[in-house]
């Protein structure tokens, strides 16, 4: 197992596996494909400050921790200095966790993911597809609809390969309601 540390001159990977994937807004030394074991990718977490208000939060992805599950993600060497941005970034909820993740060559790493733990500020918890989907159809906040979020994420995750059946079950459900289309 390759670790990288966080002393300065050195890089740390970085596991995305929601905006991180498609919002490349950092510099980054690398990116890999990578897959986390024993996570799985939920629409569970508030976002009072991307995609919703405090008065009517939208809803993000997070990391919930599942015996068998993997989560297909993208991963980023970066430099310590880029968490200044990503912490502010990342602010409403989520904290940087250590996680151990695998490249397709079957190599794995020591890095760091962002995960909103239940109990957070902005934390929703579980509810069904349509209710999910429902929610987003209706929210916007400072970075655009929501429902562009679960959209370029659905896409971003289909040019991954990944075959995530929650994503892609809110997607159905909020094209079949029809709003999710992009303007
Ligand atoms: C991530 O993408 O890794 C964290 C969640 C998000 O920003 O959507």
């Known amino acids: 197992m390759t670790t990288t540390t966080t002393a300065a001159g050195e890089s740390i990977w970085l596991f995305g596996y929601g905006s991180l994937i ?3 807004d950092f510099p980054y030394l690398e990116r890999r494909r990578a897959r986390l074991q024993g996570w799985a990718r939920r629409f569970w977490q508030g976002s009072h400050d991307h995609r919703g208000t405090p008065e009517a939060p939208g809803r993000v992805v997070t990391l919930v921790a599942e015996p068998g599950a993997v989560c297909v ?3 980023y060497r970066v430099t310590p200095a880029v968490f200044a941005h990503l912490d502010h970034r990342e602010k409403n909820g989520y904290r940087r966790i ?3 993740f695998r490249f397709d060559d079957g ?3 020591r890095g760091v993911v962002y ?3 239940p109990g957070n500020e902005a934390y929703l918890g579980p509810a069904d597809e349509e209710a999910i989907a429902r929610h987003i159809a209706g929210a916007r906040g400072p970075s655009g ?3 562009d ?3 370029a994420l659905a896409e971003a ?3 991954l390969g990944s075959d995530d059946a929650h994503v892609f079950g809110i997607e159905d459900v909020l094209r079949r309601i029809g709003d999710g289309t992009t303007d």
């Open 22 to 24: 498609y919002k490349v």
């Open 73 to 75: 993600g993208m991963a």
């Open 98 to 100: 250590a996680a151990d």
């Open 107 to 109: 190599s794995e790493v």
């Open 115 to 117: 995960v909103a733990a």
């Open 145 to 147: 609809a929501n429902r």
């Open 149 to 151: 979020y679960l959209l």
């Open 157 to 159: 995750l289909r040019e």
